[in-house]
């Protein structure tokens, strides 16, 4: 077993997106336009209305997918196509854009915390323009599982402890577990060699690959088939995440994700058409 170094922390920073939600985005900023597969992370908290309220109204995509992890709060979806769903505190939706569609995602609370992830991962070429689909799922299908010395493990995707998330069906053979480490203990996660992985502190601090890091860090992790965190003296909560890489040319403007510039022409011209409706 090798295990992986981390290679660089990410911290994050302010942003809002949406109409006016607050946020701490990890990737991309200025620096940092991705790291393949994944071109967005983004940590939203807050128990301030006026934070979260004005959600991600109507807005189109194309050519990748969306994850939503939610730690708190409710948020409602609608899209284009009719479908509709309830994101409640310790769910999460896995939306594959692909082809495109319009949507949204609105709180269904005025007050109290609103606290979770909004991930992107991208498509190869091959997948851009699959039907869009949708997975949702309520906290009882994301299974927990305990292990020894307190370590809490909830399994949204890929194999962890033995046990397998219920994302199914997507692309890049992905990993995300949400880890509760108590203090001072070390918890030791196999990955694939060949996947790009993140780890990514949001509560606590933690040594992960040989760097410390504190809340709302993220490392990028270097070759390896494990990745090992220590939680500092507070404990920590980690998300870990692990996809397979594309390797192809990326070209991104607002909510759409291509290959090329004519490809990102096109999604314009079929959104104004009412083509993604």
Excluded: C
Excluded at 254 to 276: C, H, K, S, W
């Amino acid at each position: 077993m090798t295990l992986r170094q981390t290679q660089r922390v990410i911290a994050g920073t302010d942003a809002s997106d949406g109409d006016g939600v607050k946020m701490k985005r990890l990737f991309p900023v200025q620096d940092i336009v991705q790291v393949d597969p994944f071109l967005l992370f983004d940590e939203f908290g807050s128990d301030d209305p006026g934070a979260y309220i004005g959600g991600f109204p109507d807005h189109p995509h194309r050519g990748f997918e969306t994850v939503t992890y939610m730690l708190a709060g409710r948020m409602r979806h609608f899209d284009s196509r009719g479908n509709s769903g309830l994101l409640t505190a310790g769910g999460a939706q896995w939306m594959t854009a692909g082809r495109g569609l319009i949507h949204s995602e609105m709180p269904e609370q005025s007050d109290g915390l609103m606290r979770g992830f909004q991930i992107w991962i991208n498509l190869p070429a091959a997948e851009k323009m699959t039907p869009p689909r949708y997975q949702d799922y309520d906290p009882a299908e994301i299974p927990m599982v305990s292990l020894r010395d307190g370590i809490t493990l909830k399994i949204v995707a890929g194999v962890a402890a033995d046990t397998t998330g219920p994302v199914n069906g997507v692309s890049r053979q992905p990993l995300l577990v949400d880890a509760s480490i108590p203090a001072g203990i070390t918890w030791r996660q196999p990955v694939d060699q060949s996947a790009t992985v993140l780890a990514h502190v949001f509560e606590g601090s933690a040594e992960i690959g040989g760097k410390a890091l504190g809340t709302t860090q993220m490392a990028v992790m270097g070759p390896g088939d494990a990745v090992e965190v220590k939680a500092g003296g507070d404990g920590a909560r980690v998300l870990l995440l692990a996809a397979q890489p594309i390797g192809e040319p990326v070209v991104r403007y607002g909510p759409f994700v291509m290959n090329t510039r004519a490809e990102i022409e096109q999604a314009f011209a079929d959104y104004q058409a009412g083509r993604l409706a």
